[in-house]
């Protein structure tokens, strides 16, 4: 999974998704991948929003793949839930998702990934950069990271530390006043 700060932006989500689709397109046959307009196959995608309907939430991740067994060309959508079991949604029905080569790293909180690759920006984004950011982003991999970052952005997290100002300490001392 390829983790970036930004969604929008040099080094973002949206950049990143569309250049992998990019060097796939030039690099593999159309019967394993042919992005095009709305849904494709082999395309990872995520939810957006919840559908209580369908019974898929924001966050869950899966791939629209063809139905080999069905005729023509139906795409369905393919989630696997907690426990193993995977629910095949017509891909139609799907409403709020988007492609998911590359997420940001504060969407990735939560999931593991057996490889990742950290994608940190040149520029835009940069006052996002913290060592707790990087922390996240490289404790979502089981094996394997890879950090594609420039040496300024990454002394910027190594430097740079979450600086909270929510006054609670502050409340709490007048409390005991």
Known sequence: RFLCVTR???????????HIEKILKQHTDERIFRPGP???HNQPVIITQN???????????????????ATGEMLYAFFESPDGE???????????YETVF????????GSEFEHVVVILPA???QKLLTRELLYTAVTRAKKRVLIFA???????CINSSVTRAS???????????
């Open 51 to 69: 559908d209580y309907t369908l019974d898929i939430f924001n966050g869950d991740v899966g791939i629209i793949r063809r139905d080999d067994n």
């Open 102 to 109: 590359a997420m940001t790293i504060h969407k990735s909180q």
């Open 38 to 40: 709305g849904l494709y």
């Open 8 to 18: 929008q932006n040099d080094y973002s989500v949206t950049e990143t998704n569309l």
């Open 123 to 125: 520029t835009s984004g």
């Open 150 to 156: 420039g040496n300024q952005a990454f002394e910027k």
């Open 167 to 177: 006054g609670l300490y502050e409340r709490l001392m007048e409390e005991k006043v």
């Open 86 to 96: 995977v629910r095949k949604i017509p891909a139609g029905y799907l409403s709020h």
